[in-house]
C-alpha cells in the first residue's frame, strides 16, 4: 500500500520501526508444521490470518478459567466472563477510533455485519426508485445482501465499474451516484485484486447526494490503520478471522444515530429491556442488535488480536507488508506466462495471478506438494473474474509472519508448475 493512499494515517511522522518477521513468525505455531517434508509456506491470509499464541491463549484461558455467559449472572465467573466480553468490545472501540463503545456491534463477522445493516437500517428506508451503489470489485458478501435487499424493497442496484488495472474508475463512480443513491457500499481493500480505495473521499461523496456509506473492512483491518471518526463512514464491518482472532467473531461500526434509529434484526434474550405477550421493550444498542448468547470467547480472542496488532503497530505491519509488495511483485514479473490480475497504485500485498494456459486449480495442487498454501478459484469475488474475463486466478497473499523467502519459494513453485505444463 502506498502510505498516501491510507485514509487517516499521518505520512509526516516519522517512519514506522522494523519488523523482525522471523521473531514474528516464532509467535504463530502452526508456522512451524510441515507439509509432508516440507516446512509451511502459508500465502492465503487475505482467507483467514494464522493466529499468535497470545490469541490462542486467550481463548484457552477464557475457557480454563472464566467461562461463563454474560450479562445476566451476578457470581464471579459471568462478572468476569461480561467484563472480558466488554473489555474487548472497548479494544475494538479504541483500534478503530470510534466514539464510544455502544457503536460496536459484536457479529459473527464481515458477512453478518453487511447483512445486519442492509436488513435493519435498508429495509424500513428504502423503496422503489432508491439505489443501492456498489462497485466491481466487491466480495459476494458485499453484493449478495443488497440484492435481497433491492428484492425485498424494489430499490435498485447500481455498480462502479473498475479500470483495468483494479483501481476504482472515481470519475465513473461519480457518474453512477446521483440523489436517487441511498447507499454507497464498498470495500476498504479487495480481497480478489488488493487494490485499496480512498475511503474518506469516497464517503464525502455518498455523504454528498445524502446516502449514507457502508464499508467492507474485511481486508483492510489486519493492514492498514483504521480510523472510522476520520474517515467519517456510517457503517464498517470486519472480521476477527482475519486479523489474527478467531472465527465466528467480527464487529460492525456504526455511527450511534444510526443504531439508536434502527429496529433490531433478529429477536432473542439479551436484547430486550421488557417482554411481554402483548409487547417486547428492546435494549438500547448495541445490545438491541446482539440476541442470544454471544460468541464470548471469539470476542476475548479478537481483543487479543487488536492487542497483538497494537503490540507491533500497524504502520511496522503495514511497511512490512509493502516491502513484501515490492519484492514479490518484481519476483512474479520473472516467471514467464505469468499476468498479474490487480496492479493499481494503491494495493495490499495480495498477488493475484493467472499463468498462460494453466488453470489456477492445477497451480494450487502443484504448489501445495511443496507445501505451499494459496488459494485458487473466483475468490467470492466472480464480477471481478467477469471483468477480467477469466475464470479464477491463483492468489497468494501475505501477512505480517510472512517473508521475502515465503515469495522465492512461490516462485520456485511457479517455475516447476511452468515445467510441468510447457
Ligand atoms: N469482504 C471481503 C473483501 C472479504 O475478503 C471477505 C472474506 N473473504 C468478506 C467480505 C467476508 O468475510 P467473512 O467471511 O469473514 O464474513
Not at 497473499?397 to 520456485?412: A, H, I, K, M
Request: net charge negative.
Amino acid at each position: 500500500m502506498n502510505p498516501a493512499a491510507r485514509p487517516g494515517s499521518d505520512t509526516s511522522i516519522a517512519p514506522p520501526r522494523a519488523l523482525d518477521a522471523d521473531r514474528v513468525r516464532e509467535q504463530f505455531p502452526i508456522l512451524r508444521r510441515q507439509i509432508g517434508d516440507r516446512p509451511l509456506v502459508y500465502l492465503d491470509s487475505a482467507a483467514t490470518t494464522q493466529k499468535p499464541q497470545s490469541v490462542i491463549d486467550a481463548v484457552s484461558r477464557y475457557y480454563e478459567e472464566i467461562n461463563s455467559n454474560v450479562h445476566r449472572g451476578v457470581h464471579r465467573l459471568s462478572e468476569e466472563a461480561t467484563n472480558a466480553y466488554e473489555g474487548a468490545r472497548k479494544k475494538i472501540r479504541t483500534f478503530i477510533n470510534a466514539k464510544d463503545w455502544q457503536e460496536i456491534v459484536w457479529v459473527r463477522g464481515t458477512t453478518e455485519g453487511i447483512n445486519l445493516v442492509a436488513q435493519s437500517w435498508g429495509r424500513s428506508r428504502l423503496g422503489k426508485g432508491d439505489e443501492v451503489l456498489l462497485t466491481t470489485m466487491e466480495h459476494h458478501s458485499n453484493i449478495v445482501p443488497w440484492q435481497i435487499l433491492c428484492e425485498q424493497t424494489g430499490a435498485t442496484l447500481r455498480i462502479a465499474p473498475i479500470g483495468d488495472d483494479g483501481s476504482l474508475l472515481l470519475e465513473e463512480f461519480e457518474k453512477v451516484l446521483s440523489d436517487r443513491t441511498r447507499v454507497v457500499a464498498v470495500t476498504h481493500a479487495s480481497n480478489a485484486l488488493g487494490t485499496v480505495n480512498p475511503i474518506r473521499e469516497i464517503v464525502a461523496l455518498a455523504h454528498a447526494v445524502g446516502a449514507v456509506a457502508v464499508i467492507d473492512g474485511a481486508q483492510a483491518t489486519a493492514h492498514l490503520p483504521v480510523d472510522v471518526r476520520d474517515l467519517d463512514c456510517d457503517f464498517y464491518a470486519f472480521s476477527g478471522h482475519k486479523m489474527f482472532g478467531p472465527t465466528g467473531i467480527g464487529a460492525l461500526y456504526a455511527k450511534r444515530e444510526h443504531l439508536e434509529a434502527m429496529p433490531p434484526w433478529m429477536g432473542g434474550g439479551d436484547m430486550i429491556s421488557m417482554v411481554t405477550f402483548r409487547e417486547t421493550h428492546y435494549s438500547d444498542p448495541p445490545f438491541r442488535f446482539e440476541a442470544g448468547t454471544p460468541n464470548i470467547a471469539g470476542a476475548v480472542g479478537m481483543g487479543a488480536a487488536v492487542d497483538f496488532i497494537t503490540g507491533l503497530g500497524i504502520d511496522a505491519i503495514g511497511a512490512h507488508e509493502r516491502g513484501l509488495l515490492e519484492h514479490g511483485t518484481a519476483r512474479l514479473g520473472e516467471v514467464e506466462g505469468l499476468r498479474l490480475i490487480g496492479t493499481a497504485p494503491h494495493k495490499s500485498a495480495v498477488f493475484s495471478f493467472v499463468l498462460e494456459g494453466i488453470h489456477p486449480h492445477d497451480i494450487g495442487t502443484i504448489l501445495d506438494r511443496r507445501g505451499i498454501a494459496i488459494r485458487t478459484g473466483h475468490h467470492c469475488a466472480q464480477p471481478v473474474m467477469q471483468r477480467f474475463r477469466v475464470p479464477a486466478t491463483a492468489r497468494a497473499s501475505v501477512s505480517v509472519y510472512n517473508t521475502r523467502r515465503d515469495l522465492d519459494d512461490l516462485v520456485e513453485g511457479l517455475e516447476e508448475v511452468n515445467r510441468f505444463f510447457r
